[in-house]
């Protein structure tokens, strides 16, 4: 099945500064990447996300890149606020008639924190 | 408002009785889906089903169990078999199952004390 490590555990970060959250999977049949945010206590809010066919995608101050060849995606964030601070999960889905279709791998989450 | 509902948020049981979280969607969405997610984890998959009165295990399905005998409704149950029950429980939904995106409720942490 699909496995999806994410790094760092927790990053640490100035307001105004850019994030970046890297992951990679395991499963090369996987084509669809979203990143969730979660608030204390909440569910987790799907914030971006991208398809294998493509390499980049921007929504504001967010972006997500995706490299197939290497397997690895990375979500980026610039002018971070302090409302940005959330635990931040990667996730992987594959194609039909694959082990990990329908079904999403997340990763271990990351801790942002921004200071003001 | 259309959404997913999870109820309660916080519930205690003792250990060795077995506790049923329910999770409600108005999303008229076919597939659903538990996840537990414990502190420094991902979510890890107990539970899916692509459409009512279908469901299958996920990664971790050993002591719970499930039902879905309506669209709207997938209500998980945490048998005393279940040797750490104590987490946060989520449920999702998606319109169908396939590779998009999962909606999320609000979860319920539950303790077994």
């Known amino acids: 099945g699909e496995n999806v490590e994410q790094h760092p555990s927790t990053l640490s970060v100035q307001e105004g500064d850019s994030a970046v959250i890297k992951c990679t999977y395991s499963?090369?049949?996987?084509?669809?990447f979203p990143w969730y945010k979660q608030e204390l206590g909440k569910g987790p809010q799907l914030i971006i996300d991208?398809?294998?066919?493509?390499g980049e995608k921007k929504d504001q101050r967010i972006a997500v890149t995706l490299n197939k060849t290497a397997k690895h995606f990375s979500l980026h964030i610039t002018e971070t606020q302090p409302e940005d601070s959330a635990v931040y999960f990667c996730?992987?889905?594959?194609?039909?008639?694959?082990?990990?279709?329908?079904?999403?791998?997340f990763g271990q989450g990351t801790i942002l924190t921004v200071h003001p | 408002d259309g959404g997913i509902t999870q109820s309660p948020k916080y519930l205690f049981r003792k250990e060795g009785q077995n506790v049923t979280l329910s999770c409600e969607q108005n999303?008229?969405?076919?597939?659903m889906y538990w996840y537990r997610q414990d502190p420094g984890q991902g979510l890890r998959l107990i539970y899916y089903?692509?459409?009512?009165?279908?469901?299958q295990k996920g990664d971790i399905a050993e002591g719970y169990s499930v039902s879905r005998e309506k669209k709207e409704s997938f209500p998980l149950t945490v048998t005393s078999a279940q040797k750490n029950p104590t987490a946060f429980y989520l449920c999702?939904?998606?319109?169908?199952?396939?590779?998009?995106?999962?909606?999320f409720g609000p979860g319920t942490r539950l303790t077994v004390l």
């Open positions: 999303l008229n969405h076919d597939a």
């Open positions: 089903s692509q459409i009512v009165n279908d469901f």
């Open positions: 499963d090369s049949a996987s084509n669809y």
């Open positions: 991208i398809r294998s066919n493509v």
């Open positions: 996730a992987a889905i594959g194609l039909a008639g694959g082990t990990s279709y329908g079904k999403l791998t």
């Open positions: 999702a939904s998606s319109p169908v199952f396939s590779y998009n995106e999962q909606f």
